[in-house]
């Protein structure tokens, strides 16, 4: 069994909207929190937004504070990242992501889900 398994994604104008979602098997829920980094044609995996499993807070990266809203609901092991007001450059592989608060550690990661902006 995957440990965390992604979907949603795909092509969007921007300014539109798209929801990507990361369900996590029972080895990947245990991990303190889950969240999503991106990783852009060129350039370096980033940080996006990660949300702790017990309290649900939240953190996220400044690029897209009051844009993007991550999520999680327990009953279904699920994370999600509502993403709003989309831009070009928000153009990348989004991957799910499960470790420590804050995702400095990751242990566990998703495969990999294209999120496309057309201008």
């Known amino acids: 069994q995957e440990p965390l398994v992604e979907s949603g994604g795909g092509l969007v104008q921007a300014g539109g909207s798209l929801r990507v979602s990361c369900a996590a098997s029972?080895?990947?829920?245990?991990?303190?929190?889950m969240g999503w980094f991106r990783q852009a044609p060129g350039k370096e995996r980033e940080f996006v937004a990660a949300?702790?499993?017990?309290?649900?807070?939240?953190q996220y990266a400044d690029s897209v504070k009051g844009r993007f809203t991550i999520s999680r609901d327990n009953a279904k092991n699920t994370v999600y990242l509502q993403m709003n007001s989309l831009k070009p450059e928000d153009t990348a592989v989004y991957y799910c992501?499960?470790?420590?608060?804050?995702?400095?550690?990751?242990?566990?990661w998703g495969q990999g889900t294209q999120v496309t902006v057309s201008s």
């Open positions: 992501a499960a470790g420590g608060v804050g995702l400095g550690r990751v242990f566990w």
């Open positions: 949300v702790t499993w017990r309290e649900g807070s939240a």
């Open positions: 029972r080895s990947a829920v245990t991990a303190d929190a």
